[in-house]
């Protein structure tokens, strides 16, 4: 079945760091991807996504591209703040949304 | 603004308590989903809802059950709560468009079953 793998964490950075989170699907047909971000004590939103092939998606400095012929969605950043300390999901969707486990990245000034 | 709303942000139950979480969205969403959410596994769909009074099964369905009586409201229940449900239970909804819908979440219920 479909399914979602990344990396595992926790990542911890400095602040102005570089970040990659990387992100790799199982799906058959041409699933949208996303990835959404879950801060301390909150429910998850929506970071960014991609529905086609070499999409970009982009948000708050944060970028992912829809990449076919690697099967993955890594997420990047080129720097990291404090503010962006959360577990950050990859997910995709063909149907229902299937969550990879998720990644806790905390960043120190 | 999107908004999902959770009946508690915190519950503590009894082993064998009827238990209900309910889950209310003001966005006029079609769809509506229950997840949990372990450390190491992820976030897994329990149930959903794509219109009133309809409910499909998710991937762990397994001693929960849902009611939508209401577009805004989709409420999960544990109908004799045991050990291992004790997790972070989150709700969210999503408009009923077919591609690429975000999935808008609740704060999420720390559930503790004694």
């Known amino acids: 079945g479909d399914s979602v793998t990344q990396m595992e964490g926790p990542v911890t950075l400095s602040e102005e760091a570089c970040l990659t989170i990387?992100?790799?699907?199982?799906?058959?047909?041409?699933?949208?991807l996303f990835w959404y971000v879950q801060y301390p004590g909150e429910g998850l939103q929506l970071l960014l996504k991609?529905?086609?092939?070499?999409d970009k998606g982009s948000n708050k400095g944060f970028e992912a591209t829809y990449r076919k012929e690697t099967t993955s969605f890594h997420l990047e950043k080129g720097s990291v703040q404090v503010s962006d300390s959360a577990v950050y999901f990859c997910a995709l969707r063909q149907g229902n949304l299937i969550f990879g486990k998720g990644t806790k990245l905390s960043v120190k000034p | 603004d999107v908004k999902v709303t959770q009946s508690s942000r915190y519950l503590v139950k009894r082993t064998g308590e009827k238990v209900f979480l309910e889950c209310v969205q003001d966005m006029d969403h079609e769809n509506m989903f229950w997840y949990r959410q372990d450390p190491g596994l992820g976030l897994r769909l329990i149930y959903f809802s794509y219109d009133v009074k309809m409910k499909e099964k998710g991937d762990i369905p397994e001693g929960y059950s849902v009611s939508r009586e209401k577009k805004e409201r989709f409420s999960l229940i544990l109908e004799s709560a045991s050990t291992n449900q004790t997790s972070m239970y989150l709700c969210?909804?999503?408009?009923?468009?077919?591609?690429?819908?975000?999935?808008?979440f609740g704060p999420g219920t720390r559930l503790t079953v004694l």
């Open positions: 990387n992100c790799t699907y199982t799906a058959t047909g041409y699933p949208s």
């Open positions: 991609a529905t086609k092939a070499d």
């Open positions: 969210a909804s999503s408009t009923g468009v077919p591609l690429a819908d975000t999935q808008y």
